[in-house]
């Protein structure tokens, strides 16, 4: 009876093992979340992705059970894709202060871009690039250009060469390559740039011209530079120099069915476009810099930035320069043109707004852009991976970013609306994350806050 007793109490002992408390983890947790899979353009329902050391970790239709989560950002009825680069971006240079290039970099952020191209480099931009990959710096991902490659900064072969050298031993990401270089400096630049294993992008050069532009493979054109005195009859026998601003001036002389030719030259020679359409249809458009001051976001740009950028515009649109609101409509309508067969026979698009030329304000003015690409016939999805997939192919960086995908670095959008419905939808924005970090919308606007009061001062 005394065994029996002790065996009974011995297997109730063993019966009642200790429940486990739940495991609390400092993962980061997107719960119930729509992903936009911006490749095919379907979206997964009802998922919950977790971010660990600025990674997506995992992703899975299956919440764990066992699993405490710290922070956990609610996604019900959201939509997450990968967050956007802005593939022709200007960083500011000294004698800028930190509090401005800290903002600029803010303001990108604050629109969902994640990555931003920097298209006027300077020495000052190689030392931030590594500051924002080691987090000390708040910022999207940055890639550099070279300082200005121009006809004043390399005015023969030599020069090309030597600079083409400098900036590949340097660090820099690629070259930038401003109107005025004369083509032997322009081939000899090429070849340096092929020897050395650095590429190349940015606008054509007159004396160069687009077909041999294509030809010796540029990385991307920027602003369809180029395209349109690409399709001027040679019999009409123009002064190449007298193209006026990217080809307005023989606008009247276009031959659209040259269009493909073009486009397949851009395909055959695998060159990205950049359109930056934004500038043509802001900058150098039939709009009055009144109506375009009013637009909200001036209030992030300082007082004497605003100012400058109101001269400059009427001094671009004035009517003694021969701008006029007819050509400018179909110069529009050209481009237009351009744009749409470009992205539907030609190598890639890429998204790019030259922020912050006139009337561009980081990050905001990629919206601008994204409307322009989507009156020229651009679908949402096309214009997403414009922006995502896109840039991470153009960077051979597919297995770094541009989706959300296990493994892949954690630059993420949460949008309240479906981008691939209305792409508008990327206005909507309840956060974004930026390498693993966190920032939700009242965090974005209260820091927009402070930059408005300091523009002011």
Request: aromatic share 8%; proline share 6%; with cysteine.
């Amino acid at each position: 009876m005394r065994f029996t007793i002790i065996l009974s109490l011995t297997l109730l002992v063993l019966g009642c093992k200790p429940v486990e408390e739940p495991k609390v983890t400092d993962t980061v947790l997107f719960s119930d979340v729509s992903i936009v899979d911006v490749s095919n353009g379907s979206v997964s329902e009802h998922q919950y992705v977790e971010i660990d050391s600025g990674k997506i970790s995992r992703i899975t239709s299956q919440l764990a059970a066992d699993v405490t989560y710290k922070t956990i950002i609610d996604g019900q009825g959201m939509f997450l894709l990968p967050g956007l680069a802005e593939m022709h971006a200007h960083i500011p240079s000294p004698p800028v202060t930190k509090e401005t290039l800290e903002e600029t970099l803010f303001l990108y952020l604050s629109n969902g871009i994640t990555t931003i191209r920097g298209m006027l480099g300077h020495p000052s931009h190689l030392e931030l690039k590594k500051l924002v990959s080691q987090g000390e710096v708040l910022g999207p991902r940055i890639y550099t250009s070279s300082p200005s490659l121009n006809g004043n900064t390399v005015s023969t072969p030599e020069e090309a060469q030597s600079k083409v050298e400098q900036y590949k031993k340097e660090g820099y990401d690629f070259l930038k390559i401003h109107p005025g270089i004369k083509r032997p400096v322009f081939d000899a630049l090429v070849a340096k740039a092929k020897e050395v294993g650095i590429p190349f992008a940015g606008h054509v050069p007159v004396d160069v011209g687009i077909r041999h532009a294509l030809q010796s493979g540029y990385a991307s054109i920027d602003h369809v530079d180029g395209f349109l005195e690409g399709l001027v009859p040679e019999n009409k026998a123009v002064n190449p120099e007298s193209n006026g601003f990217f080809g307005y001036n023989f606008t009247p002389l276009v031959d659209e069915s040259l269009i493909p030719t073009l486009v397949e030259e851009a395909s055959v020679n695998k060159v990205w476009i950049v359109p930056t359409q934004s500038l043509f249809e802001r900058w150098f458009a039939p709009v009055s810099a009144d109506s375009l001051l009013n637009d909200p976001e001036m209030i992030y740009m300082p007082v004497n930035t605003l100012s400058n950028w109101k001269n400059r515009k009427e001094q671009s649109t004035d009517q003694s320069t021969g701008f006029n609101k007819e050509q400018w409509n179909e110069f529009h309508q050209i481009r237009q043109q351009l744009i749409r067969a470009l992205n539907e026979g030609g190598h890639g698009m890429l998204l790019g707004s030259d922020a912050p030329q006139l009337f561009n304000v980081p990050g905001f003015s990629i919206h601008h852009e994204i409307a322009g690409m989507e009156a020229a016939g651009m679908s949402p999805l096309d214009i997403l991976q414009s922006g995502t997939v896109n840039p991470a192919i153009f960077f051979g960086e597919e297995d770094s970013f541009g989706q959300v995908k296990e493994g892949l670095s954690a630059d993420l959008l949460l949008l309240r609306t479906n981008p691939l419905e209305d792409i508008q939808a990327l206005k909507q924005l309840a956060g974004v994350m930026v390498k693993g970090q966190w920032l939700d919308k009242n965090t974005i606007d209260n820091k927009l806050k402070v930059i408005a009061s300091h523009a002011r001062e």
